[in-house]
């Protein structure tokens, strides 16, 4: 089976620390999302981006937060400086954009980060 | 307000009860509509993805699209210990691809 991978799978860090979360998309999807999960709010869009090209960002807090694809494997999202507000579990989903309607949106399996 | 509405539960049912599921939102503009399940500490997996209103069924699940109510169901008929996770709802509109999710309804079903 073709899978999002994400790392790492879980994180602590000290408040103030960078935090990078990395994402492998499915070979061949175009459009990739980084969200996070929270208990309080659920899943929430931060950014994605289409064919490496950042599309939305609008969710993401930009003074900490930055995301970047650099190449069509590897999507990545970093936190500099990290606050305890930014402990939930991010995920990366991929998606061949033109198929949307049949193959719907792949999620990883999550990093779990926690910052102390 | 968020956008797309969901009962947190959570949902405890016996084994072999249908289960009901449902979502409001309110934004006129979504016409593709998805149900994820997720496992604990697991990822969201796509269970079913209907686009306009109408019904889809997949063995023992049936999606169901009401577009006039802005109201969204998921039917698991016959339902079995393996499906007691948190179940999202997610939609989006034909102009962006990002999905606006529900906040899951933890379904348990007991043996």
């Known amino acids: 089976d073709a899978r999002v991978t994400q790392t790492p799978r879980h994180k602590v860090t000290e408040m103030g620390q960078e935090v990078t979360m990395r994402c492998q998309p499915i070979l061949g999807h175009n459009t990739v999302f980084w969200y996070r999960q929270t208990m309080m709010q659920g899943l929430e869009l931060l950014a994605y981006f289409r064919n490496r090209a950042p599309l939305d960002d609008s969710g993401m807090p930009k003074d900490r937060f930055s995301a970047e694809m650099p190449d069509a494997t590897l999507a990545t999202l970093k936190i500099q400086p990290s606050e305890p507000r930014d402990s939930a579990v991010y995920f990366c989903a991929s998606v061949q954009a033109w198929d949307s309607y049949n193959y719907g949106y792949t999620f990883g399996s999550g990093t779990r980060l926690t910052v102390v | 307000q968020k956008e797309v509405e969901q009962d947190p539960g959570p949902l405890s049912v016996p084994e072999g009860a249908i289960v009901s599921l449902n979502c409001t939102y309110s934004?006129?503009?979504?016409?593709?509509f998805m149900w994820y399940r997720q496992y604990s500490r697991k990822g969201p997996e796509l269970l079913m993805y209907t686009y306009s209103s109408g019904n889809k069924e997949d063995g023992r699940f049936t999606a169901q699209v009401d577009k006039s109510s802005k109201y969204i169901s998921l039917f698991i008929r016959d339902s079995q210990p393996s499906d007691s996770a948190t179940y999202l709802c997610?939609?989006?509109?034909?102009?962006?691809?990002?999905?606006?999710f529900g906040k899951g309804t933890s379904l348990l079903v007991t043996p």
């Open positions: 934004n006129s503009a979504f016409q593709y």
């Open positions: 997610a939609m989006r509109s034909d102009s962006g691809y990002a999905l606006n």
